[in-house]
């Protein structure tokens, strides 16, 4: 069974950072391509950041480029979003979600996602 499980969301205050954890069990990780997303009500959601299967290549959002940094690590299985410099128009719900294998993408999972709010 597969199985996303995001972590690490809070309330932080606007300049804070912040660090979210996609645990995942069930397909096999070094073949999949990981991502973020994140969504505020009324929206749809939106890439934040990416992450090939090899960890080599990632890839921002324009919003958060430079703000924040996506990383894998393949023997925990985890993928993380360090978030820095939080504004609150980072506000969102995360999502961690792992597409592959490889570029073939015949297959999406997700996560339930874990709140983030940048607020004083």
């Known amino acids: 069974q597969v199985q996303l499980v995001e972590s690490g969301g809070d309330l932080v205050q606007p300049g804070g950072s912040l660090r979210l954890s996609c645990s995942t069990s069930?397909?096999?990780?070094?073949?999949?391509?990981m991502k973020w997303y994140r969504q505020t009500p009324g929206k749809e959601r939106e890439f934040v950041a990416g992450?090939?299967?090899?960890?080599?290549?990632?890839k921002y959002a324009d919003s958060v480029k430079g703000r924040f940094t996506i990383s894998r690590d393949s023997v925990k299985r985890t993928v993380d979003l360090q978030m820095t410099y939080l504004e609150p128009e980072d506000t969102a719900v995360y999502f961690c979600?792992?597409?592959?294998?490889?570029?073939?993408?015949?297959?999406?999972?997700w996560g339930q996602g874990t709140q983030v709010t940048v607020s004083s």
């Open positions: 992450i090939l299967h090899t960890g080599h290549i990632t």
């Open positions: 979600n792992a597409v592959g294998p490889y570029s073939y993408s015949t297959h999406s999972y």
């Open positions: 069930g397909f096999t990780f070094s073949m999949f391509n």
